[in-house]
Nanobody, 121 residues
Framework: QVQLVESGGGLVQPGGSLRLSCAIS????????MGWYRQPPGKQRELVAV???????IYADSVKGRFTISTDNAKITVSLQMNSLEPEDTAVYYC???????????????WGQGTQVTVSS
């Protein structure tokens, strides 16, 4: 069983910074894509940033130049450094990780519990 534990959300003023982290625990063979999504109030969940299985990084246009996604070498942790935060960044942020399911030879996706980020003066 794989578990994801997120940390780092909170309240910050516009222009401020926050760093989110997501740690993977449990038994798994291999990690694939690791990313962050967010769900603003009253809206659908959307991609923020992802590090693909091939180590390509992809960002939503709205966060390019402000957010940076990173993983540790062992791919146990995925972090999101958020700078120059805007009120529009207010949302619940979720990490998502793909794990290779060896018996079924397929990727399984796991989600974190979500952490609230509020940008307000």
């Amino acid at each position: 069983q794989v578990q994801l534990v997120e940390s780092g959300g909170g309240l910050v003023q516009p222009g401020g910074s926050l760093r989110l982290s997501c740690a993977i625990s449990g038994s798994f063979f291999r990690v694939g894509d690791m990313g962050w999504y967010r769900q603003p109030p009253g809206k659908q969940r959307e991609l923020v940033a992802v590090v693909t299985n091939g180590d390509t990084t992809i960002y939503a246009d709205s966060v390019k130049g402000r957010f940076t996604i990173s993983t540790d070498n062992a791919k146990i942790t995925v972090s999101l450094q958020m700078n120059s935060l805007e009120p529009e960044d207010t949302a619940v942020y979720y990490c998502k990780v793909q794990v290779w399911d060896l018996p079924n030879q397929s990727w399984l996706s796991y989600w974190g519990q979500g952490t609230q980020v509020t940008v307000s003066s």
